[in-house]
Structure formats: C-alpha cells, structure tokens
C-alpha cells in the first residue's frame, strides 16, 4: 500500500462524541481519508435468551438513534459525517475493507465485557486476513486502565474503598483531548448511508410520559447543554449530594448516567469541569461526590475486566449456591408492580411509564436498588432476571451497576402519590 492513500476506519460503539475521542484523535493525524462509523448491530434487537425481553427497549433505542443523529450533525459541521450501516461490525468493516481496497487501519475503543470482547475478536480476524492494522484505545472510565497501581488486574481489589483509596492518592486523570476544527474527508465512494427508523429496528416509538423526570434527549449537544445548566447555569452540583436520591424533577441530580453509557459525554471532561468549578467558584462535599461516583463507575468496569463473564454467573464473584426460584407467575406479578409493600410497586410503576432510565436520573440510587432486592430477596429470581427486565426498559446498556449502598426509606410521599395510583 506504498504511496497510496490512507483509509482508516473509525469504529464507533459507545463513545458517540467527538469532544474527547482518541479513536477520531488519532485518524486525523494518522490516515488521509477517515470514516466514522456505526453499526447498528442485529444481534442487540434481538430477545434474551430467558423470558425474551428485547435487549434494547424503545426508550433505549430512542435514545440511541437520537445521539447517532446528534453525531453525524456535528461531524457534518467539522467537514465530515458519520457512516451508518445496519449489520454485524466485523461484516461491515470487512465489506468497506474490500470494497475501498485502501484501508490501512481499523480504529476502536476497547470494551470489557464478553459480547463487545466478541466482536473485537471478529474484527481483529477480518484485519488479520486482509493485512490491516488494528489500532485500539482505552477511554471508557476516568482514570486510565494502564496507570492503574494493580497490575495485573487480577491484583484490583475486591473492595471498592481500598481501590478508590489508592487511585485518588496515585493516579492523575489524563487530559481530554481537543478535536480539530475541520476534519479529514470519507474515503471517496462512500456513503453516509441512512439512519434506521425505529420500526426498523422492531420498536415503536414510545410515549412520552409528562410526569417523567427526564425530558432529555440522546447526544452530545444535549449532554454538553445540561452540564452547562447544572454546573454553571444554575449551581446546582453545589448541592448535589444533599439532592442526588431526590425523586422528582430535573434538578435533585446531574442526569449524566444516559450520556456517558453512550460515550455522548466523556467521564474526563467532566472532571476538567469539576476541577475549574472548585476553581472559580466553590469546592465542597457535593462537588466531590460526583467524582466520587464516576470512581465507582470507573470501579465497576475494572471489576468486569477482572473477572470477564463471571458478572454474569448466577452463582456470582463469590462462587455461591443460591436456590433461586422460577415463578413466572411472581415474577410477572412484580414486572406488573403488583407486588407490596407499595413503595417498591411505585418503583416499578415509574419504570415502565417513564421508561426506566438510571439511578441518576429516574429513580434515586434507593429506588432502583428496593426493585431489584425485591425480587431477588422476596419473590427468589435470579439477579440476572431482575435485571433484565429494567435493561428493556433503559435507554443505555451499561456494564455497570450502582454501588450498594444501604437503602434509606423513600421519604418523598408526593412521587409515590404520582406514581402509586392507590396503593392499598
């Protein structure tokens, strides 16, 4: 390929921004030709292996397809766009690889968790066979997997105090990085392709309820916006961690949760924006707190680099018997929110009419917490199943979890009457 053009190939999954973006970063100075693209991947609209729920729900989907929008209009604004095709990753790349015949190099962000794994084995074998180069990168967390003080990670530590104590005294956050104003063109012959409908992809647009505590919409414009209004617009991550298990409106939490799922947001800038706030305005409790849980965020993806597919195993890290039940009968009983006491009935009656979106954003850290205890604790389901269910209902797949606090009572009566109906 001496002397020919450089095509690299920019696979997007869930780091749908261009702020901040080391894939995008380094195509720019390193291809003539770049290619954004995303991949809208059969296998994720498909049903789960137990009860069948979609994998991706229509709130979810929503979500997604506004932020894939949201992409390509800010591309398109730099000189560039976002490809779009509908298929399985390593197919497409290997159709653009042969179609092009000039691609040098096939770009990622590296994932952690089995099904992601999968797919960067898949690409891997189809650069392998056609002689391209695979470059990957680690952005999905704060702090950066290598300047980890456990390596290997076999030797991170099992509990979450122990690990943040020792990152927050060693380890520095990188700098974000700064994307060009004018970006480099697609590979002549290419075309963006059409964005999928959600009727396409098996989901019908869903209703949006007006009691719902997230008006929001997917993208990194719309992301970037509420950080402007909750840090600098109106001071309200000043008082985060006195509001963050609130339970109604916008403004009892910073919402991110949706957007960094969906890399439409960048756990770093954040940070940036947190350190300047303490800057220029006040440092407290509250503005530590939200580092404080992006540590947690980043804690539980390193967990699952640990321990691979065992996050998954009903018999858990721990390797524990359970004697987990399979009453269909109760388990649609607590996804219908018939269960008691009516507190958790609330809990899922708010999930399904709004569409369940995240601890930070729908129901508080407590909430989401007392629906999945009820249902392994009492109605005896797997953990897996439980968390089925509400992943159908979410607009962001994650392969994280909240932390386990203890729950406190829900204290917000005016919610429960909201979204309790009669509660008997």
């Known amino acids: 390929m ?37 991949c809208f991947d059969p296998r994720h609209y498909l049903g789960t292996h ?20 949201d992409l390509r209009e800010t591309l398109k604004k730099k000189g560039s766009t976002l ?71 076999a030797r991170l530590p099992d509990v979450y105090t122990h690990f943040r104590k020792a990152v927050e005294s060693e380890v520095k956050v990188r700098p974000t990085l700064r ?27 869903p209703v949006t309820d007006p009691r719902t505590a997230f008006p929001c919409s997917g993208g990194e414009t719309q992301a970037l916006m509420r950080l402007q209004y909750y840090f600098w617009d109106t001071n309200l991550v000043a008082s985060y961690k006195e509001t963050r298990n609130g339970l109604l409106g916008m403004d009892y939490s910073t919402k ?17 924006q947190i350190q300047k706030y303490e800057k220029e305005r006040t440092a407290n409790q509250s503005t530590y707190w939200i580092l404080f849980e992006l540590l947690w965020r980043d804690y539980f993806r390193f967990v699952a680099l ?49 569409g369940q979106r995240d601890r930070f954003l729908l129901l508080s850290q407590e909430g989401r917490v007392m629906q999945a205890a009820r249902e392994t604790r009492s109605a005896g389901a797997p953990a897996a199943e439980a968390a089925r269910i509400t992943v159908h209902l979410e607009p962001s797949r994650r392969q994280k979890s909240g932390p386990n ?20």
């Open 83 to 153: 490809v779009v095709r509908k298929g399985k990753p390593e197919d497409v790349v290997c159709d653009l690889i042969t179609q092009l015949g000039s691609v040098s190099a096939v770009a990622f962000h590296e994932e952690v968790t089995e099904e992601e794994l999968d797919v960067e084995k898949g690409l891997c074998q189809v650069c392998r066979q056609h002689g391209v180069k695979v470059q990957t990168f680690w952005a999905s967390t704060l702090y950066h997997r290598d300047d980890l003080p456990f390596r290997p990670i």
């Open 306 to 354: 640990k321990y691979g597919k065992r996050i998954f195993s009903l018999r858990g890290l721990q390797s524990k018997e359970v004697p987990w039940k399979k009453d269909l009968q109760l388990f649609d009983c607590w996804k219908a929110g018939k269960q008691s006491p009516p507190q958790e009935r609330t809990c899922m009656h708010a999930s399904a009419a709004q």
């Open 405 to 424: 606090n203890v729950m406190r009572d829900l204290r917000d009566a005016s919610w429960m009457r909201i979204f309790g109906g009669r509660l008997r």
């Open 256 to 272: 991110f949760a949706p957007w960094l799922a969906l890399g439409c947001i960048s756990p770093r800038y954040i940070y940036e």
């Open 50 to 69: 137990c009860y069948s729920f979609p994998k991706t729900g229509p709130h979810r989907l929503r979500f997604l397809l506004e932020s894939v929008k």
């Open 179 to 205: 994307m060009a104003d004018q970006l480099k063109p697609l590979a002549p012959g290419v075309e963006e392709g059409c964005i999928p409908t959600m009727e396409e992809l098996g989901q019908k647009d």
């Open 2 to 38: 001496s002397g020919a053009a450089r095509t690299t190939i920019c696979l997007l999954r869930c780091d749908l921004r261009a702020h901040d973006n080391q894939v995008l970063h380094w195509a720019q100075s390193n291809a003539d030709f770049v290619i954004p693209l995303y």
